[in-house]
Each structure stands twice: as C-alpha cells, then as structure tokens.
C-alpha cells in the first residue's frame, strides 16, 4: 500500500503517520509544500526512532509525483465530501491512498478530476467538521489491509 499527504502542515500528523507506515510495511509520499521542515523536532519526536524503517519519498509538486506513476495506478482520494464511503471500495495491494492538507484537504482540482476515486469517512454529528488526518489515515489503511488479510501481519 501507499499513503500520500499532499502538502501535509502539522509535523506531529505526518511522524504518526510515518511510524503507522513503517508498522505497516507502506510507503510514504510527501508531496510539497510542507508546514514544517524535515528536521522539525515534533516531527522526529512522534515518528520516534521508526523513520529509518519507513519507505517515503519527498515529491516537489503533485505533477513530479503523478508523472511518475505507472498509468494502471490506482488512486483513491480520501475528503469529507467523498461519494462512496471508504469501506464500500475494494483495495489492491498497490494501491494509492491520498490525503489533503489539515486545515484545507485535497486540492479542488483533483476531487473534480476523480469524482468516482473520492471517498468519505462517515461522521455521525454534523457539527464536527472533519477528523485528525493521522487518524483517517490509520482508518482508510487499516481496511484496506483488512480487505487484504493483514498481509505479512504477526
């Protein structure tokens, strides 16, 4: 599997979301701009000593990033306003799941290009305007790798 955080702001967010990836066996893609540098501490300190087990790659703009994709990629776009909930969609081992910026999500003119690729994580109270990215993250990838069988899983 494969996460990608396309311009992610909050360091804390993406160390959790790197330690999630290396406990998993999933790559990480960090598309820039970024809110924080690499060498942020917060960034180190919640992704604690599991960045040297990660497998990411820094991307300077999502163009570098989809460019270097195979054209049978298959992406899957995570945003509150998806159409599908994402545990009515069948994932592939290979497959790319793709989260926005905390505080604005995913480009608009990515969601318009993939309206059949947007999925939604289901939210019981209309007040609450969305859920922590590293959270979504471990949702979407936890059942993608259920659906698969926890592959290489103790």
């Given amino acids: 599997m494969h996460i990608v955080l396309v311009e992610p702001e909050i360091p804390p967010n993406t160390g959790n979301i790197a330690r999630l990836c290396a ?11 970024f809110g924080f540098r690499l060498d942020d501490a917060q960034l180190k300190r919640a992704g604690m000593d599991y960045w040297q087990h990660v497998r990411w790659s820094r991307w300077p703009a999502w163009d570098a990033f989809r ?9 899957w776009f995570i945003e509150s306003s998806g159409s599908k909930m994402y545990s009515e969609v069948c994932f592939h081992p290979d497959d790319y799941l793709v989260f926005g910026r905390e505080t604005a999500g995913l480009p608009r003119k990515l969601l318009e ?3 059949s ?5 289901p939210m019981v109270n ?4 969305s859920l922590n990215l590293s959270n979504c993250v471990s949702l979407v990838l936890f059942e993608a790798l259920r659906q698969q069988g926890f592959p290489g899983a103790l």
């Fill in 23 to 33: 406990a998993t066996n999933t790559s990480l893609h960090l598309i820039e701009p």
């Fill in 126 to 129: 209309p007040q609450a305007r």
């Fill in 117 to 121: 690729r947007c999925l939604r994580i």
């Fill in 67 to 75: 460019a270097q994709l195979l054209p049978s990629a298959r992406l």
């Fill in 113 to 115: 290009a993939n309206p």
